[in-house]
């Protein structure tokens, strides 16, 4: 019984001993170069430096500005009461699709439509993917669409894709330019 508590001491001794032959180094790497005699005076903690991150490969260099352009350029190009001219200018190629435009704004039923954006997400630095409602009269004719937005010559547009497939969904199959 004695031989048992004298080896568990033993253990003991010898694992104080590594942890000061571990320690020992350490806390003298850590101590006052210039003065090796005095003791380290106590320093204040320094905060280790925030990396600052370049944004990521699948968005654009300011996501938030890109999103409001994306969100106000979106609720535009639905917007009824948004002359063909800016319906153009916010539509990826736009001026090839103004004969489209200009058959949209006879229509009755565009002329009640809006949309209202609800998220935008970002699969490239310029392309986002958009849920938004697309609303006839105010009400949510075609909750949670999915469309796209691309940027082009530094604007955000709504993608011909979107207007396409709405042009599909409509029933007119052989609209030019989709």
């Known amino acids: 019984m004695v031989l048992n508590r004298l080896g568990g001491r033993s253990r003991l ?20 170069d210039d ?12 905060a280790p430096p925030v990396p600052t991150s370049p944004p990521a490969a699948d968005e654009p260099a300011d996501p938030v500005a890109a999103k409001a352009e994306i969100t106000k350029n979106w609720t535009a190009f639905f917007d009824a009461k948004t002359p063909v001219d800016e319906k153009v200018r ?11 435009l200009a058959a949209f704004a006879q229509d009755p039923n565009a002329a009640k439509s809006s949309a209202k954006v609800s998220a935008v997400s970002f699969t490239a ?7 938004y409602d697309l609303l006839v009269g105010g009400t949510p004719a075609i909750p949670d669409s999915k469309g796209t937005a691309v940027e082009q010559e530094g604007t955000w547009k709504v993608s011909v894709q979107t ?14 330019g989709c």
Do not use: F, Y
């Open 125 to 131: 630095k310029d392309k986002a993917e958009v849920t």
């Open 163 to 176: 207007l396409c497939a709405l042009v599909k969904q409509s029933g007119n199959a052989a609209v030019p």
């Open 35 to 46: 003065s090796p005699s005095s003791p380290s005076t106590p320093t204040s903690p320094i």
């Open 13 to 32: 001794a010898a694992l104080a001993a590594a942890a000061v032959l571990v320690v020992a180094p350490v806390a003298a790497a850590c101590g006052d």
């Open 90 to 100: 916010v539509l990826e190629n736009g001026e090839q699709m103004r004969p489209v």
